[in-house]
């Protein structure tokens, strides 16, 4: 397990992170996603741990809470030390009836804070982010509330998730003017099989130096090696009940047939040859992985010792290579040679 830091910070994070989506979901939603209780949820997180995993990622909405309390009772069961842990959650989404229980207004950011760390039995959040963006909220109250829980000690960072390029480049602007706590990282969806992120955000995290955790890294199951072209049934996984996030099959199922020979040169699963793709890419800080049983924790712990070659690394980018998209191929069309004179 390598560490790397976050973003222009000196916090030091596992390459791969353990998500916790799976954790306490009972009916409807969650329980499509994951159902796991105290038990199976020690399992894995000890796992991890004994991994080299020191990020842990998680969200008020997991299973309404269920997630923040099942993981605050694992660190307590397991005795980790809270100084060996990163850990994140995020806020944004429904936690109540009323009209200001949802969303990123500083009542409900300040609200769900306090009520997230006594859910996790926490002092302090390590990483806390905004879970999308709220166009009810003006950005400035959020930023500013966000700066408030970093001066009183209970949030250590500060990231965001689901956001556009422009919306992450204008709170970085409303922070450096103001003197707020400075954004770290994005957590965002990026995949073999979903490389959206790089026509806009990977130049602007680039760019403003900013850490990218990475969601769904398999493509909501879709890259594990259970499904193929020829047989769409086939897998048990996520994608049989919830079809998320939305990919292109006909692509996906291409890219899927570049990465088979790949894991078998390599003897190792297709989902690790994905997540090895995603460790090779400089912009990635960490992986988010999440698993219902030990075994699928496992396999996707193994990719961390996956080295793809030059030639396997063409190979997937050919396979998975982005359409041409304006105003990108205009930007690489007259700024080539201004690029190749300045270097």
């Known amino acids: 397990m390598r560490y790397r830091q976050l973003g222009p910070s000196g916090l030091f994070v596992s390459e791969l992170c353990l998500g916790t989506m799976t954790f306490g979901g009972s009916d409807g939603f969650w329980g499509q996603i994951g159902q796991l209780g105290q038990e199976e949820a020690d399992a894995l997180v000890k796992a991890a741990i004994d991994a080299g995993v020191n990020f842990i990622d998680t969200a008020n909405v997991y299973a ?51 009520a997230s760390l006594a859910r996790l039995q926490l002092d302090h959040i390590d990483l806390y982010q905004i879970h999308g963006f709220d166009p009810a909220t003006p950005l400035v109250e959020t930023l500013e509330a966000l700066d408030t829980l970093v001066r009183h000690g209970h949030v250590r960072y500060i990231g965001l998730s689901n956001w556009a390029a422009w919306q992450i480049v204008k709170a970085i602007g409303i922070t450096q003017a103001r003197q707020l706590a400075p954004i770290l990282s994005l ?79 390599h003897g190792v699963s297709v989902a690790q040859i994905a997540l090895a793709w995603l460790l090779h890419q400089s912009v990635v800080t960490s992986v988010i992985i999440g698993a219902k049983r030990p075994d699928q924790l496992a396999d996707n712990l193994a990719a961390t010792r996956v080295r793809l070659s030059p030639e396997d690394l063409a190979t997937l980018d050919a396979a998975s290579a982005l359409p041409a998209e304006y105003p990108g191929w205009m930007l690489e069309r007259q700024g080539a040679y201004r690029a190749q004179q300045a270097s």
């Open 187 to 265: 957590q965002a969806y990026y995949t073999l099989a979903g490389r959206d992120l790089e026509r806009e955000i990977v130049p602007m995290l680039t760019s403003e130096g900013l850490g990218l955790m990475v969601w769904s890294p398999l493509a909501g199951g879709l890259l594990s090696g259970k499904y193929s072209r020829a047989d769409e049934t086939s897998g048990e996984g996520r994608r049989a009940t919830f079809d998320f996030p939305p990919v292109d099959r006909e692509r996906g199922y291409g890219v899927i047939d570049a990465m088979r020979p790949i894991a078998q040169a």
């Open 64 to 114: 309404g809470g269920m997630s923040e309390r099942i993981l605050g009772t694992a660190i307590r069961n397991l005795g980790l030390s809270r100084d060996d842990l990163v850990i994140a959650t995020k806020v944004l989404g429904p936690m109540g009836e009323g009209p200001n229980a949802r969303g990123a207004s500083r009542k409900h950011v300040l609200d769900q804070c306090k």
